[in-house]
């Protein structure tokens, strides 16, 4: 069984790191937003009253993974590459996907998935007044299936 790190007799640290070589590391994360059709389609035509929601989802994406390390105690700031966030869009979700890129002793995607969330929780943010119901509710809004589907470590592959 595997130990955890982060923990030791005398409590919490942040694992140490300087031992290791700097390396790529790359690391996919995706996720889903469900919402009404109706919403998918306001976002889809740019009639949010809140504005363009991908644009701005792309951009907290991104600037949470700058944060990730302010964010979650101990995690290592790292010195990112790239970050790119994408989105597709179904019927009733819009799913988006983060890579991170960087050149470095620890991975990166504790940062994909706050890219990720964040993406997902600012399209939530953007466009929660269509979403609510008369009681002000979210029965059909929900973010789900949050994952790391790509963690690489080595030469850079692309």
């Given at each position: 069984?595997?130990?955890?790190?982060?923990?030791?007799?005398?409590?919490?640290?942040?694992?140490?790191?300087?031992?290791?070589?700097?390396?790529?590391?790359?690391?996919?994360?995706?996720?889903?937003?469900?919402?009404?059709?109706?919403?998918?389609?306001?976002?889809?035509?740019?009639?949010?009253k809140k504005g363009n929601v991908i644009a701005t989802a792309q951009i907290a994406g991104i600037l949470a993974v700058k944060k990730t390390s302010e964010l979650i105690p101990l995690c290592h700031p790292i010195p990112l590459t790239g970050v790119d966030i994408s989105f597709e869009f179904g019927e009733d979700y819009v799913e988006a996907v983060c890579e991170v890129r960087a050149y470095y002793k620890t991975g990166v995607e504790m940062e994909a998935l706050t890219g990720v969330t964040v993406a997902l929780l600012t399209i939530w943010d953007m466009v929660k007044a269509v979403e609510k119901d008369e009681r002000g509710q979210y029965p059909n809004t929900r973010i789900e299936g949050i994952e790391v589907i790509v963690k690489e470590k080595g030469e850079y592959i692309r």
């Open positions: 069984m595997k130990e955890l790190t982060h923990v030791d007799e005398r409590g919490v640290k942040m694992v140490e790191i300087g031992h290791k070589d700097v390396v790529f590391r790359r690391a996919v994360a995706r996720g889903r937003i469900k919402l009404k059709p109706e919403t998918i389609r306001l976002i889809l035509e740019g009639k949010t």
